[in-house]
Structures are given as C-alpha cells and as structure tokens.
C-alpha cells in the first residue's frame, strides 16, 4: 500500500533528485481567442463590509455536474460580487472553459478570520480570466511531464483528474510553455532559463537558485498562477464584505462543493471514492468555479509569510522558502479547506499526491 501523504505538514527532509527534464517546447499554436464567447466587462470599484462572519452549519446540496468528457462548460463567468464604480465597458473574449471575473479594489474593514485581507490593508485585485477547473493531468502532459511521481490508479488517474505531484516550479512551467504555445506573452522570467525549450527543475533547495529569484508580469497577458489574494477573492464568490460568507467555497458545508477528507480519503483505499476525483463533480461556487474547496490544494504566487497591512497585494516580497497553497484537498480535514485556510510548502516539493494548480489571465480594463 502506498503511504499516503498528509496535506502540507512541515517538510523537514526530501531525498530527491536535484534537477530533472521538465517539458519539451512549447510550439506555435492558435490564438486562445479561436473559440471565445465575448463579455463586457466594466471598471472595478473600491469595497467595504461590516457584520458577522459565517459558521459552519452543514447545509448543501448534492453535486450535479459530471466531471467526464470536456473540461468546459460556459465561459461567460459571473458579473456579481463586488462591483459597482465607473469606467468604461470592454468587450473581453473568454475562452472556453474560463470565467471572466471583474476586478476590484479592497480597503477598509478586514473580513472575519481572513489572513489576507486584514482592516487597511490595500489590495487591488485586476480583472481575471479564471480557469473553472483545476488544471487536469489531460492538460498538463499537453505541455509536460511529471518528473516526480506520476499520477496513479491509487488516487486517480485520467485524463479529468485534476494534475497532481506538481511543485510550484511545474506550476510556473506550465504556464509559461501554456503561454507560447498559445502566442500568449509570458508572465515569469527565469534567469538563464529559455521556457520554449527543455527546462531542467529543480526537485530539491539550491542556493541561490534562480528559481527563488523568478519575476511575474502581472500585466502580461499569458498564464500565470492566482496570487494569493486573488485566491481567496475567487474562492469566496467575488464577496469581500463580512455578509453573506460561507466557510467553504460556496457553501458552509462541505459536502455540496468539496472531496475532503470524509468522503474521499476515510472511505478507505477499496473504495471508488478514494483519492482525487474528476474536476467538476461538485457543485461550482458563485462565480462558477468548481473545486474551490478540496480535490487538490491550488499553489498561489505568493511566499509563505505573515501578513500585515502594509503587504502588497502580491503578497509578502521575501524569500520565506515555501511558497502558498490554498482550497484543501481530498485528504483534508474540514478546517484545513475553510475558505481563510493557508497552507505552505517548498517550491521545489512535487511529491504531493494532494498538490495541483489552476490557472488565470490578467485581463486590461
């Protein structure tokens, strides 16, 4: 039996290789926009909540949707949440399969529980083109290869499952080879790295690596990982108001939106319910994203590290030597997928049968 790993202990010791072939290039390709539906999207607008947060209550329905067959559903993505402001009104081309979700600025009170957006602190949040789904194994051996261990029958495997034993190194990866491939401009930049070819990664702490030293363009218009204030924005449906909170990414219970801990890993190894499971058999939250909440724990952008409100919206700007992850995953506890959870390991760990990503754009208003 294999042993299975706990979602985002401490990791005191790895004994891996100390760098390993990643993808092959990534070649010229179609536009992203061959197959787009247009949505208007309108300036953001600044935000301010008071009140009491939520408690969890258990409520919730059964999933609906099948997670079989296409990644996609509607990207027309959801104008709700935090909105409002002036500006003028864009038309942005939304992929199949992405939700277009409207920026916003965040100042004032904190949001009960929230680590990230804390009383003062200024967060501004671009307009997104949001992955619905959480990156599946389909997907990502489009662009890669798993240089750690591969996805097994164990804990899913298939082309729907949701990509797993990926390190924040593979995550960057894969949105710079997604970002060429689809004549998209890439967001990170390595040093001395050259994304359009075989990448060499690391699997282990090096010194002064120049992985640790990866830029982002927030601006550019290619692939890139949420940060971690992003994250949360999504996760709770656009809402960043103390009314109307949920715990969990849609519901206050976990049953409804989430593979967690109690109906995918307590089950037992005999049972089909044990692992990860297909994106989108759960139901979506408000801004029709799915797996939110547990399957796979989502790498962010940011470093690991403690907040105050003085923090860029990017997050801290240190080498804290782990780097964030949020949602939970199909072998987390209940408190380990509340929607304020953060979670934390090494870039370089690809050994997580609980770790995945998803992906989103940066969108100019």
């Not at 059964?62 to 990644?71: A, V």
């Not at 702490?205 to 692939?223: Q, R």
Request: hydrophobic share 25%; with cysteine.
């Amino acid at each position: 039996m294999k042993k299975m790993k706990l979602a985002f202990l401490a990791i005191a010791t790895l004994v891996l290789l100390a760098t390993s072939t990643g993808c092959g290039g990534g070649g010229g390709g179609g536009s992203n926009d061959d197959y787009v539906t247009p949505v208007a999207v309108s300036g953001s607008s600044g935000v301010s909540g008071s009140g009491s947060g939520s408690s969890e209550s258990g409520s919730g329905s059964s999933s609906t949707s099948s997670g079989s067959g296409s990644e996609s559903t509607n990207g027309s993505g959801s104008e709700s949440g935090n909105s409002g402001g002036s500006g003028g009104s864009t038309s942005i081309s939304v992929p199949e399969g992405f939700v277009l979700v409207p920026g916003t600025r965040f100042s004032g009170t904190g949001i009960l529980h929230s680590e990230v957006f804390l009383a003062g602190r200024m967060i501004t949040i671009p307009s997104l083109l949001v992955c619905d789904h959480e990156v599946t194994q389909a997907e990502y051996k489009q662009r890669c290869s798993f240089h750690g261990e591969r996805p097994s029958s164990t804990y899913g495997d298939g082309d729907n499952y949701p990509a797993y034993n990926v390190s924040w190194y593979d995550a960057i990866n894969y949105c710079n080879k997604r970002s060429l491939a689809e004549n998209l401009t890439p967001c990170y930049t390595v040093s001395g790295v050259d994304f359009s070819g075989d990448v060499l990664i690391p699997t282990q702490y090096i010194p002064g690596s120049p992985w640790d030293a990866v830029t982002c363009d927030f601006n550019a218009n290619g692939y890139r990982l949420p940060t971690e204030a992003e994250w949360e924005y999504l996760a709770r449906g656009g809402n960043l108001t103390n009314d109307g909170q949920t715990i969990y990414s849609g519901s206050n219970g976990p049953e409804s939106v989430a593979w967690y801990k109690e109906n995918a890993s307590d089950v037992g190894e005999s049972s089909q319910d044990y692992g990860t499971h297909p994106v989108k058999s759960k139901e979506k939250n408000g801004l029709n994203l799915y797996d939110m909440t547990g399957n796979v724990f989502e790498w962010c952008w940011d470093w690991g590290g403690t907040i105050n409100n003085n923090t860029p919206s990017t997050g801290v700007d240190y080498n804290s030597m782990v780097r964030v992850g949020r949602g939970g995953a199909w072998n987390s506890t209940r408190q380990s997928c509340y929607v304020f959870y953060r979670g934390n390991l090494p870039p370089y760990y690809n050994e997580g049968n609980f770790l995945g990503f998803r992906v989103v754009r940066s969108v100019s208003n």
